[in-house]
């Protein structure tokens, strides 16, 4: 029996990653406020009357942490994000093929083709993409929010190319990686 057991706990250890949950509470509460500081974010989705929906991506062995983010930000947010509708939605990296209608990628962990993948498609749809790990900056991700010693947003300093211009209050508060 307690060889099964432990075949168990190492497995689990193999397949699925950990996550923080105090990391991914902060991020489901800051992630989506950034989108705010987009530039003309709010006026184009009023005239356009459309809902903010943020895509929150995962590898499948990931589902289960996938919704409790979503129901985390469903909880923060009631569905409405400065007075428009709000959708959170999740896709696994499988599954997303650059035809879905969102204004941001919410990244969990993934392998790094995945995630490249992802940054790729945003480019191309020239919206964030924000990170659960603060290391997938380097694939090309825009946002990652850390919290080791104090909670500190970094930002893609290669990502600006491409990504839509923020209000000038995001850039004094993040720490710009070159990555």
Known sequence: MRLVI????????????????????????????????????????QMAKKPVVLMVVHEREDGEVAKRVI????????????????????????????KEECDAYYLLKGKEGNIKKMVSLARKKRVPVFVYDFEDLAFGATIALDIRRATVIYMNKRSLEWVPRFRQSLYTIVRFMDV
């Open 6 to 45: 432990s075949f168990f706990i190492f497995a689990q250890l193999l397949w699925a990653y950990n996550y923080n949950d105090i990391l991914l509470e902060a991020q489901s509460r800051i992630y989506p406020k950034i989108l705010l500081l987009e530039d003309g974010f709010v006026q184009r989705h």
């Open 71 to 98: 129901q985390k930000i469903g909880e923060y947010y009631g569905g409405e994000l400065a007075n428009l509708p709000f959708l959170v939605k999740d896709a696994t990296f499988d599954d997303i093929d650059g």
